[in-house]
């Protein structure tokens, strides 16, 4: 057992073992989901990708043989939120245990990168591992120790989120998300949990793609926190009746300055937490310190025709357009505090902790 | 051509003709769906409701051929919003020609009012056909006199309430709105049109039901307004950015202190263009007088398993629950200005031109 990350095939249990004896995680049990094996694993020679767009209909992974099958498949969207970290870093493993020398990893490397150009922890991770394998003789093992380091200091800065996350909620809280918070939102959870609070949870089902409905809620029912779905119009009237205490999300990005960007509903739903008085908290690993305000975003506007179908099935009369920006940017008077690995901060003082 | 109405198969065109010259509603064409023939129709003994459950994706009418069994299609939700007044008048033409009486007629009445018990309005129009025809030696004809009248009456407050809406929209303006705000707003469009105003509309798709994707979004297309749709969670976001001057809907009802009680989804909206500086407009026949503020109003909740499927699809695994409040009530200092045919009220104004 080794606490909330299973055992891979990468046979790195010794160091995974270690170092999962070290933080003590033993009582935390993460859903399936967010398990190591179950964004992504190495058997053989392929690494098999848990399908989130299927998922929970279909448990289906899918199957890479190379750092380009990888790549196609992560631009594909097989999975998405924190998955592309995991998956590229073993796409590199792969890649090196084919002993095809250290050029060729940086062309794999670059596959990956481009293959989602907004996933900046993704891109900055696969840095670290060519940066501390640069020199090396044993280019597998040590690719396979450097995705290892990466994957554990990951780990633990989650736990350290989701710890610090859990003393923001009281005893009988009814806390409302978006989208799929993952590993820092569920853990703050299971910490409070741990810590005999009662607590549950409402989520928005986050259309077009309902990451809410499909991940959260079934994440969160399999770990034994009582969940209930409504869709993206409720949040603000459960908030203004009193029926959540507190609004929590992850963030896809995090300026300087306390702007938080993350998933299209967002902003709805901060607006709400504002006007009827109730914290907003996102959770964040850390900023951007290349984003300093929101002038230095651009929010990626996706296939419209995602927002006219649900399911594969249309909602509307073809020739009808949609329109589909995928993320919202709240204003850091919107957010109550940022969750990170150095505090819970206020908006205004990430800057001074993060430069 | 009648202009906005069409001939029905009532027998009452040279009343709706010596009424309609009268408006000279000739150059406002409204889509299907809110033409009296595309709300219900009379043919020989039954009565045909347009289905919009399945709207638009099939255009079927549900034949009825009693009062009971109108009853029956109001219940199950065959039509909705402004629907149910014009298919329960109709229904009670339907009986009266019948033959059978006076006592027979009051006890479809009752029927009908009871398919629908928060339908006041259609509750109001049904009452008012019995006490004008209550002591009628020809009740058929008088029926139908009676309910032409009724229809002719809403119709002019349609067009009423168009026009003053009309005149706060801007050459230019991106209008918001929520749901099928149906007569009232697409009058506001088409009279803006008419004074040569450029209009564009951002429909919500309004889950669970899909009303805004189905219903409104095609009917706009129809009559040549450009449209395009968001999800229920991009609201905040057009109009944080910008790409929203105006937020118009529909009431459901109005209390006396201005209370707006509308469709799921209005609050996310009208918070927003609070926060953000832009106007929002409810569109509204009369205040409903037995309400004095929010404390009078329950909020429907209906079945959540509407909110954990789309279109029939499952959305979740099975055993996770919903929640589905059905309306919104959004106080009256989130409101700008509320529609009536009296004028442009101030929400705080409507108790005193009402009472």
Redesign the interface.
């Known amino acids: 057992m080794y606490g909330s990350i299973p055992s891979s095939s990468m046979h790195l249990h010794k160091i995974a073992t270690k170092l999962h004896l070290c933080y003590a995680f033993f009582m935390i049990r993460l859903p399936y989901l967010l398990t190591e094996d179950g964004i992504c694993r190495l058997e053989g020679d392929r690494l098999f990708i848990t399908d989130r767009r299927v998922y929970?209909?279909e448990r289906v992974e899918v199957a890479c043989s190379s750092a380009e099958e990888v790549a196609a498949a992560l631009t594909a969207m097989v999975t998405q939120g924190g998955g592309p970290l995991e998956v590229a870093l073993k796409a590199l493993v792969l890649q090196a245990r084919r002993k095809q020398g250290f050029e060729r990893l940086q062309e794999s490397a670059k596959l990956l990168i481009n293959s989602r150009p907004t996933n900046t922890t993704m891109a900055r991770a696969v840095d670290e591992v060519l940066m501390s394998v640069k020199e090396s003789t044993a280019l597998a093992d040590d690719v396979e120790h450097s995705v290892r380091r990466i994957l554990d200091r990951y780990e633990a800065i989650y736990h350290t989120i989701g710890k610090l996350g859990s003393t923001l909620i009281d005893d009988g809280d009814q806390i409302l998300t978006?989208c799929f918070a993952e590993h820092t939102f569920i853990l703050s959870l299971l910490y409070a949990q741990e810590a005999k609070k009662e607590v549950r949870v409402?989520v928005?089902?986050?259309?077009?793609y309902?990451q809410g409905?499909?991940l959260t809620?079934?994440a969160l029912?399999e770990v034994g926190i009582p969940?209930?779905?409504?869709?993206?119009?409720?949040?603000?009237?459960?908030i203004?009746?009193n029926l959540v205490q507190k609004y929590f999300t992850a963030a896809d990005l995090v300026c300087l300055d306390g702007t938080v960007v993350n998933k299209?509903?967002t902003?709805?739903n901060a607006?709400?937490a504002?006007?009827y008085g109730i914290p907003y908290y996102a959770l964040a690993i850390s900023p951007d310190s290349t984003k300093k305000t929101k002038e230095d975003i651009t929010i990626e506007l996706r296939d419209?025709c995602e927002?006219?179908q649900?399911?594969g099935?249309?909602?509307?009369?073809d020739?009808?357009?949609?329109?589909?920006?995928a993320f919202?940017?709240v204003d850091p008077d919107l957010v109550t505090a940022i969750v990170t690995a150095k505090g819970i901060l206020h908006p205004r003082d990430i800057k001074e902790q993060y430069i």
């Open positions: 929970p209909f978006t409402l928005s089902e986050t259309r077009p309902l409905s499909r809620a079934p029912a969940v209930k779905i409504i869709t993206d119009n409720m949040g603000p009237t459960m203004a009746s299209i509903g902003l709805s607006l709400a504002k006007h419209p927002v006219t649900c399911l099935k249309k909602t509307t009369l020739g009808i357009d949609g329109l589909y920006p919202d940017i």
